[in-house]
């Protein structure tokens, strides 16, 4: 009685002409009906490990995880660039032009939207799943390449769940990538998730869960890291790339960290604090905004103008502190034009703690605005008291020396 | 002549009976045994892999590593929790009870109490032996479930190591976790380790070693990060949630750094230098204090009262900067009552340097204490006058504007 | 047809007394030649894994890799030192006296000095190629065992590269560890990499890449970590031990970070900026420099001076915030005599910002000193007014209260 499974070498109870490369998304739902079907005991259910060789394979059936403990597993998460063939012309002449590794085609030919739903109702929450090493092809964005459109989405944990780990996983050209729901202590650590509409959202609410050491580039349209509901998030030692709308999206997310991470944005907002969100760390993270260089992309940003900061704090308490940002836009690039961009704006909230961030500006920039629906904020050491605006709310303000 | 073992298929010589499912301990060193007998040129001793498949094992007998560059290696940590578990009453209508994945489950019945001890005499040390993907499980506390204690103890490296490995792995109910001696450049990242006694213990001393990454909370009795005699230990990137006596624990260390991690305790000293440590940075982590909200462990915790500061430094020159500190304990459980908590206590030493922290309080608190016995701290930026408090000592103090 | 390889079971085509143990190179080389016939179509080719089991391997053929998607995997990185068994004098009575591991012994006898080069022509660039978890040994110095010399480089990236890994390898006494040119994208994270002339080699040019979570230390002839024309790079969470010439060297590199690591350094110019080094953060790292304890390595060092500091700052608007700097040179050792050491030196550029940062020295030095050639910086506690040194420029200074 085996517990490792290997995608290739399974035989599909009652349909033995099934083979993975035609709809894996069957092949694994039949391996863990088998895992179920053997482990009955409440008191050993240890789980399986999927094994899914290095190989182009079709997703035509959502699969569905509804045990804990399970590892889907490859080897290589075979990223390559699907915007830049795309956007290349002819291709005839290239070595190859799709992702590679353990890749799954997703399709999508079932009606559902999801590769992979993690699901279970009853107790206790679904634990210790695993997905590692893989790679999650969407394959196009359909008329428009350059949309992130295509409402595929690469894994959706769609119940609660306690230590679950995505990494080392590639993902692209899927509209969503990770979605995750009311999760626990999750890990999300050293994937490629790039040229995906949004790359990871942790929706509902969360706690105590990690994003860290991963290359993560979103699409204009959606988000690189998205947390809503999260208490306890620690985002630290990712780079991000463009161009998601933004880097760092929270929805009242409280007592989280983001730090030391290192951000690259052709949009304003690129840590963006939605609703209340308070409590929170940003420090030591390298900020870069420049104005989006490549040609079939210059059309699309996320509407935000250059007031709005590239941190955006709404809520209060939230210290922001050791970060350095470069701004490199051209003046006429400004938006709206001639007033100066702002780098971080407090919108909202009480004794916001900004100190001792570095800017580099190719224009005259504000380092720190405060909005009037501010009080009690903190700014030392952030700029030039010509760099600094308070629009009437009380507040402490140190200018550089 | 194979060096990729799997304990589900190897024989114990003269023992055919034997399987890992009843105790995996005497298959592992029977495997070990094997491998020696191979590998008997000073030239070439390459060691060797132990797979442990996702399944319920037994381990009976202790585990004896003595040879360098062996891995031992699962699919799946496996953790669920199991104080969740035994605090919740009838649990018959669960789907699954216990941790799963690749599960040891430690029943210490050869009077030893670790699961795994890696000891040898001689030269050379033991090298890049690793540990990967399994799951210790210590199975209860005994009578009380709560308790932290049973005298388990999953990895015992007892004599001096270089280069080791422990990733990926995760415990649960042991009472010491990982116990490491005398390390030289050990790795210990990307573990799930929770609810045990203790999960790092980095004992009697060590050098340029790292603890990064991890899902990390240990009981009130223990620690989750502990550190004895180290110089140039990296903390960094970890999520440490409670509920240990403290987040990190450092006694006689010097020059290491505690930088980007997420630290949540129910109890003061969150990071606690004990005896003399010196010249360490403490930067960019974000500190939550709470109370126990858990009824059940709602009677314990770890005998500190809150003038013993959130960080406790003792020790000269050390460093203490761009750190985000939330206290939030109702006045009426503050102690010593009506008298202001301390969020960083100076304890000791000399030329300290504490600047640029930020505290969210829900009471008034002092940010900084500096204790009789110090001199020549600095404090910059780190609240107003009232929040501060020196003791006689000569210090300098800039109050945040 | 199989996309899995080991190769202790590859019958070379043609050759077949050929083994791994004779030839790894020979062995790989041929398993990648047939992975290229088998997928011929420019829309299907996801490569393959080829596995190392623990074993002793010689590499007398260069490995030449150039298909996409390929990972080269091992089960053990086999580190041990061999400075410490070079310079121990009689080690017949030692348990082992070689790495270990999944072990590639790099032999160069086909006149090509690296062991594996990546390597094509066209479109698109090579993408997602990982090594990972083997060992990669030099062997030997030659008649010097402490000169890091003998023209042997582990792993070669030659061309241009998107989203590849090298992740949990370890590399000793080599020349050249790891040599990437042109990446994008890049991933060096969980390695071991040490007692080689140099470690991590990120040449020609470079975009959002990353160096984290590694163990690191170079030859006192080379560069631990070093970055020429790169943009976005982020390093941290690494422990840098000696003994680089540098711990972390950028040239002509910009929009970076390094933030979190550990360095510990012999020599002076710990982080060194070479050419023009623009809009780089530097944040909340340790920096520790003694002097060579060990004595058959005391006749070497880097030759630069205790003027040129721990940080060599060369370039506009960086940032260089919240580190710890531990400096603990004897007052005789310090060169030129008789003079401060610098901590941080900004030798050329403007508007570098230098802020919060704490020394701890055994001789009086210079935190900050800043060169004739610079202008416009800012330097705020970082010190007293007779720790800091001006020549001439126009600049801002706050000292340490």
Known sequence: MTTVYDVTTWTVPGNPGATPYADIGLTINSIIADVKSQQTSQASKPGAVIYIPPGDYSLKTR????????????????FTSLSIRYNAGNTSGWHEVNPGGSRIRVEKTDGNGDAFRVFRTGDPRLSSIIFENFCLDGVSFGSNQNSYLNGKTGIRFDSANDACRVEGVGMVYLEHGLVVKD????????NFLAECGSCIELTGSGQASKVTDN???????????????HMGLLVTGNNVFPRGRSSVHFKNSTRSAITANRFHAFYPGMVNFEGSCTENLVASNHFLRQM???DPLKPYN?????????VHVAGNSNTVTGNHFSYDVPAGSV???SQPPTMVLVASGNNNFIATNNTVASVPVRTVVLDAATAGTKVLDCGTSAEFQAHGSPHSFRATP
């Open 292 to 294: 989006e260089p490549f």
């Open 183 to 190: 999760t626990d202590a999750l890990s999300v650590s050293g």
């Open 63 to 78: 699969v569905n995880v509804d045990i804990s403990f399970l590892t889907i597993r490859g080897s290589g998460h075979g």
């Open 302 to 310: 996320n509407g935000l103008d250059d007031l709005f900061g590239l």
């Open 215 to 229: 290359l993560i580039g979103a699409g204009f349209v959606g988000f690189s890291i998205f947390a809503e509901g």
């Open 335 to 337: 938006n709206p034009p």
